[in-house]
């Protein structure tokens, strides 16, 4: 695909309400996925449990996401730039860049992102401490996935 059809293309889906497109053609992949933004619903009583599986709620310029324990992790989210497998550390057997309760600065490197064979450094965007750490080393990540919860 010629590079003016790929903008164009790339401008089609911004403007457009899906969420979600896939392209092939003679061994060229394109996906494509857009965020909604979700509303907080406050529910009363025992139905609280049960809506607590939001991915993500906009909440005044923070992210609050639904911790392990049930409750909400609030700070900055860094999330994934691109599509690709998520590697905590430099290597296999290293230390991971950033554990929870590590302090970090505005452009530490907190992990990595391969896409196609390039390694990716992802940056925080933040200054302050890690509060979670949202994947595991090797998974597959999505774009615009939240990686770290920074507070």
Do not use: C, W
Not at 49 to 57: F, P
Not at 85 to 112: C, H, M, N, R
Not at 114 to 141: F, H
Request: charged share 25%; proline share 3%.
């Amino acid at each position: 695909m010629e590079f003016e059809n790929l903008v164009k293309l790339i401008q089609a889906v911004s403007d457009s309400e899906l969420t979600q497109f896939a392209y092939r053609e003679n061994g060229v992949n394109i996906s494509m996925k857009k965020e909604k933004k979700q509303k907080l619903v406050t529910v009363n009583g025992s139905d609280a449990a049960g809506m607590l599986d939001l991915t993500q709620l906009e909440l005044e310029g923070e992210t609050a996401l639904p911790d392990k324990k049930g409750g909400h992790a609030e700070g900055n989210v860094v999330k994934s730039p691109l599509v690709g497998t998520f590697y905590s550390a430099q290597d296999p057997g290293s230390e991971p860049f950033v554990k929870v309760g590590d302090t970090v600065s505005k452009g530490q490197v907190l992990g990595i992102v391969e896409a196609m064979k390039l390694m990716n450094e992802i940056e925080s965007d933040y200054a302050g401490t890690v509060k979670e750490v949202l994947v595991s080393n090797e998974e597959v990540v999505e774009f615009g996935q939240p990686l770290f919860v920074i507070g």
